[in-house]
């Protein structure tokens, strides 16, 4: 497994090796003795699959916060997405910074997201599916979010032109600067 940093500090692309022949390919997508000799020691406790059937898709930003927070890991399981992670963790020297990063079905990679970020994708190719893998469970009562389009942000979502299919609920959440923050960067 190939891991790469990125510009924040954990928030790390992970791709598998795959190993294909005539019939396709087979990779391991996670594996926690391997992840954790790596550094990445994360107990997950619910796998996630969702399905968008429209180009310019948006789902995001959300979060869930403490006592449930979650990290994710994110891969494609069928077309291509651009994936986004934002920290939102007050008084961190990356606060309201983002990454970004393609992951399609054949490229095969992952984003991995810690507790303390706001997740949110695009999608790129009509019936993309996300699959991904989470350190807590779904609460809905912690069911958190931020604009996917706050200025402040400035994240790129490549939609060119391409007006956002979203859901209310992102259409309607606050921006970051109004977001009564659950997370302190260093907080254990």
Not at 4 to 16: K, R, Y
Not at 93 to 113: C, D, F, H, K, M
Request: with cysteine.
């Amino acid at each position: 497994m190939q891991i790469e940093t990125t510009a924040l500090p954990g928030v790390v692309i992970l791709t598998p090796a795959r190993f294909g022949d005539a019939r396709g390919f087979f990779a391991e997508s996670w594996n926690r003795k391997r992840m954790a000799e790596a550094g990445l020691d994360i107990d997950f406790v619910q796998d996630n699959h969702s399905l968008s059937t429209r180009i310019g898709t948006v789902r995001g930003l959300h979060f869930q916060p403490p006592p449930h927070a979650q990290a994710k890991l994110v891969r494609c399981g069928h077309g291509r997405l651009w994936d986004v992670a934002v920290d939102i963790r007050a008084g961190s020297p990356t606060y309201g910074r983002w990454v970004g990063v393609e992951l399609s079905a054949e490229n095969g990679r992952q984003l991995l997201i810690p507790a303390g970020f706001a997740h949110g994708f695009v999608t790129r190719e009509a019936d993309t599916e996300i699959v991904y893998k989470c350190s807590d469970y779904y609460a809905p009562d912690c069911d958190g979010g931020i604009r996917w389009d706050d200025p402040a942000l400035g994240i790129d979502w490549g939609l060119g032109g391409l007006a956002p299919v979203l859901s209310d609920k992102d259409a309607k959440a606050p921006l970051l600067a109004d977001l009564a923050n659950p997370f302190v960067w260093g907080a254990a």
